[in-house]
């Protein structure tokens, strides 16, 4: 039985991806979601009734738990499953984190989703757990439950990310007057004690959260390898996408022998498109337009940042922004561009996209790049695959953010303002200099991802070796 995370909504189509080689494979599945939202609970229950699989939500289940306890607190009434969770010594410092308010907040909270965690393991029992993110960002109740059950963990990274991330997000939370810093007993107490959760850099030395709530995680087993590292988790096996990726988890200190370099089921998929469509592999096999004399355009619309990060852009509104982009494409008389709105997007963004007059597609995004000329995006991670399968990228740094991930890759154009966009386009709509870009795009991309359409095979094989043997036991 192999238990599968899903965090987010937009991790849920490389779930679904993943999970039909899987279930092809004669694998059994369960799903684990995570989310109160009911919509989004509707749509994740819908795409995964395919697999006849149990499916659970975590955020209900945590509930049920919180239910059970009994308004609990340390000196107050807690489950007995709850309480088991905690030591049963406390010393000086212990006690004064269980009697400060967000202390003992965290303490409560936490301890309940470790508990719904693992009854979840108790009762689907999995011999693997596959997540799309192991570090601050992932379900370490989940995985710590599963650890301790001996179950491995393999982690398939939905998004692109590096340490240097933290970057913008330590300059959005110091805007906020929301900076997390080891002043104060709490913060002292983290600095001492555990070190690798602070990070000194311009502003001194600082946290990515509260003092209270580290040293809750620490006290809980909830601690990780490497917090400011974005897949620094406990995990067994990273599966590395590309030959890039894998040199880059490797600087950033993760073991080598958990990083293997096994592909992505994101190139499969593009691999499985290509192979559907002969004028697409055509022009990926040439380095050349689908069609001569036009160039079509994927148009990746971020959700709105503008509630963070307005003083960045160049836009007043994420509208005006948007409607902006849209006419640049829609004033180009052999430019056909296509919509694809970002799978958080809010139903209002959604509703407002809908009416820019250019048509707006529903397909996930990924197996859409390979079947246009050019990809625009604002420092999406599927960067990776308009690389990987040749096509030039319109990289607008619509909110400045401070990433460099892309800068050694010539076919993959940042720019700070929309009419430096405009003029790289306009080079792009040339037929001659198109392919110029595309072949170089093309050199470069075998670097960032594997197009031989067998990724998932060598994740698959690199899985097996994980999990236990079980005799007599045959998998439908």
Partial sequence: MILVNI?????????LALSRRLHARGETLA???????????????????????????????????????????????????ARAWLPDRRSAD???????????????????????AREVIAQIKPDLLVVFQ???????????????????????????????DFDDYLDEKAAEDNLHVTDGPFGERVQREYPHWVRHDKRGA???????????????????????????????????????MYERYLEEGIAATKVKLT??????????RLSSSPEAMAAFAGARKIRSGSTSVLVSLPPSLHGIRSRFSEFETYEAGC???VQMFRSRPNVSAVVSLHPNASAEQRRFVENLDLPVSTDWVVPLIPTFDVFFTTFSSTIRWAIASGK????????????????????????????EVEATLDRLLDDREYAVVSTRQKADGARWGMMDGQNFERIYGAVSALRPSRPGEARR
């Fill in 7 to 15: 965090r987010l909504l937009s991790e849920l189509p490389l779930a």
């Fill in 31 to 81: 799903f684990c979601a995570e989310t109160d939202d009911p919509v989004t609970t509707a749509r994740i229950d819908t795409a995964v009734a395919d697999f006849n699989a149990r499916s659970i939500n975590m955020a209900a289940k945590v509930r049920a738990v919180e239910a059970k306890g009994n308004a609990p607190s340390w000196a107050g009434r807690m489950s007995s499953s």
């Fill in 94 to 116: 212990d006690r004064a984190l269980d009697e400060s308010p967000r202390g003992k907040a965290f303490l409560i909270a936490l301890s309940y989703e470790l508990v719904a």
């Fill in 134 to 164: 192991d570090g601050v960002s992932a379900n370490y109740a989940l995985i710590k439950a599963a650890r301790e059950s001996g179950v491995p963990i393999v982690d398939c990274p939905y998004g692109s990310g590096t340490s240097r």
């Fill in 206 to 244: 600082v946290l990515m959260f509260p003092g209270e709530y580290i040293l809750v995680r620490e006290r809980l087993g909830l601690s990780l390898p490497l917090p400011w590292v974005i897949h620094g988790g406990a995990a067994d096996l990273l599966a590395a996408e590309s030959e890039v």
């Fill in 263 to 272: 592909g992505t089921v994101y190139c499969d998929v593009m691999a499985d």
């Fill in 323 to 325: 409607e902006a982009i």
């Fill in 392 to 419: 030039p990228v319109l990289n607008y740094n619509m909110y400045s953010y401070n990433n460099h991930d892309y800068d050694t890759v010539e076919g993959v154009f940042t720019h700070r303002h929309l009419r």
